[in-house]
């Protein structure tokens, strides 16, 4: 049998009945002959169709159920002089059903963001051997991933039922973001189809650098790359990610934001409860163990307690509610809980503070903890001796006039940025983290020394660099850059005062995060891009390759 032709007939006229012709000339009638139908009804003058049809043994015998093409068999009851191909088979025509073959994309899949459901839904539709749809066709389909540059996880509904010769799929989820991915459509017995290449994107919404780097995106899914020992990236693994991975949720838990610390990680939902993974010797998930833990567990809050925010130091964590109050857990040796104590806590404790003192901020630190009071006036607990510890917030001697709108702790420093836009940092100042042309540390704050116009809009202090962004975009870096954590282009040169990170051209940032050893920001439009140290992938731009400047993360 040969596949339904189209041409143009040559003649001057076109006939509504269809013509029958033996083919070869040889065949004869019941013994296996060809017949060639060229009909014009229906198909419009100096149209014409040719379909052949043998007959074989296995028709010899047995009712004649004849494939033909759709664009034939729509025509059929029309024809005449079927009698004649009646005769070479020797038995009564009745136009087969068609028979399912193969599988093809009716509806492709398309640039979908990761974690939401592939809309519009993928469509399969079973086809005949001549590429027509078998409309009754039930098969059982299944989908699952061909290409899968990201090592990624397909889930939900992956095989369905046919309806009407068509498979649809409403639920199908891609759990990490990267380019070319396709699906592969399969069926017992049919020839299976792939998609076109699509790509599974994450659009950022929030972003926090430590050891490794988080994100929460605009559909609050939670993400994490880098580092993993204890299993800070939250999905049920202890191995490194140079690439997004998603953060494995409890049911119907999402984050409005995440905190990046040393080994462990924190979230806090919209309601307000904190849940923390990662390394938890010190207490510093606050479930009340020191069982480090793969995944989100619940922090054990006081009763009625729910945090704003939280921020997460080497070994502790803190967080502050809508009422003001902070507390903390975790590791205490220096007293960087706040507590008067030196005694670490696998539960949140409340800070120890003045009466009517209430923070609007708090910003945990390597080994000490800062605040900011709804006065304006910034607080600190704790330093890096425990021998000179203060266990209980201590006002920071701010100079005349200073008041802060933001306070960022690093690890052994910390900065506050005033409504003008002026930073100022205090602490130790090992490669210049200060930032105000010196190396020498100072138990107060001291002015950053930013280019002439350079005004701050956010700061951030990161292990042994501080970075911070303007209200046009751009950012600046300084301190410690032997990882290129500065982004200026170099290694390992340290700067004592702010320099321009070199971002790619027309990138505006709206967000800075300084991590241990690297940096890393996002745009206003959801993308991020990082820098610096990438030994355990915490660049997030799939390779392990250190970069002085920015890199977009795989998204």
């Not at 430590?210 to 049920?236: E, I, K, M, R």
């Not at 300084?514 to 915490?538: F, I, L, P, Q, R």
């Amino acid at each position: 049998m040969t596949r339904a032709k189209r041409s143009r007939d040559r003649g001057s006229s076109a006939s509504s009945t269809p013509r029958w012709r033996w083919w070869p000339p040889s065949a004869s009638a019941g013994t296996g002959g060809c017949c060639r139908a060229f009909a014009t009804r229906a198909m419009g003058a100096r149209t014409f169709i040719d379909w052949s049809v043998c007959c074989v043994s296995a028709l010899v015998g047995s009712p004649s159920r004849l494939d033909m093409p759709a664009v034939l068999r729509e025509h059929v009851p029309s024809m005449l002089g079927v009698g004649l191909l009646l005769a070479a088979c020797g038995h009564d025509l009745t136009p087969a059903q068609p028979r399912a073959a193969k599988l093809a994309f009716l509806v492709e899949p398309t640039r979908t963001e990761g974690t939401v459901p592939i809309k519009p839904g993928p469509q399969v539709i079973i086809l005949d051997q001549f590429g027509d749809t078998v409309p009754d066709a039930t098969n059982t389909v299944t989908v699952a991933l061909g290409a899968n540059p990201s090592g990624a996880t397909l889930t939900g509904t992956t095989t369905v039922t046919a309806a009407a010769g068509v498979a649809s799929f409403s639920d199908l989820h891609i759990d990490r973001p990267g380019s070319g991915y396709t699906l592969l459509a399969t069926a017992p017995g049919l020839a299976g189809a792939m998609s076109v290449a699509f790509r599974i994107g994450l659009t950022i919404a929030a972003l926090s650098a430590g050891d490794h780097t988080c994100a929460v995106t605009t559909v609050g899914a939670s993400y994490c790359w880098g580092f993993n020992s204890a299993g800070q990236l939250g999905d049920g693994t202890t191995d490194r990610k140079s690439t997004p991975v998603l953060v494995i949720m409890p049911a119907g838990v999402r984050f409005a934001a995440v905190s990046a610390g040393g080994d462990h990680t924190c979230g806090v939902t919209p309601s307000g409860t904190a849940y923390c993974w990662g390394w938890n010797q010190d207490g510093q998930l606050g479930d009340g163990t020191r069982v480090d833990r793969r995944t989100p567990v619940p922090v054990a809050a006081p009763a009625g307690v729910g945090f704003a925010a939280v921020s997460l130091g080497g070994w502790h964590t803190c967080g502050v509610t809508l009422g003001g109050t902070a507390y903390c857990w975790g590791h205490n040796a220096y007293g960087q809980l706040g507590d008067g104590t030196d005694t670490s806590r696998t539960i949140p404790v409340a800070v120890s503070v003045p009466a009517g003192l209430s923070f609007a901020a708090v910003s945990a630190g390597f080994y000490h903890t800062c605040g900011l009071a709804t006065t304006r006036a910034a607080y600190c607990w704790a330093v890096a001796t425990a021998d000179s510890a203060a266990r209980a917030p201590t006002p920071v001697a701010t100079p005349e006039g200073v008041s802060f709108v933001a306070v960022s702790t690093g690890g052994v420093h910390a900065c506050g940025l005033t409504a003008a836009g002026s930073a100022y940092c205090w602490g130790d100042n090992n490669y210049g983290k200060l930032g105000d042309g010196t190396t020498t540390s100072s138990a107060t704050p001291v002015l950053v020394a930013a280019p002439v116009g350079v005004t701050f809009a956010q700061l951030s202090a990161g292990g042994e660099h501080t970075c911070g962004r303007t209200d046009a975009g751009a950012v600046y870096c300084w301190g410690q850059n032997g990882s290129g954590q500065l982004g200026d282009g170099t290694i390992p040169f340290n700067r004592t005062t702010p320099t321009a990170v070199a971002a790619p051209q027309g990138v505006v940032f709206a967000h800075v995060s300084a991590g241990w050893n690297h940096t890393c920001a996002m745009t206003a439009a959801g993308a991020g891009y990082c820098w610096g140290s990438n030994v355990g992938g915490e660049l997030g731009d799939g390779t392990f390759v250190t970069s002085p400047v920015p890199v977009q993360i795989v998204q």
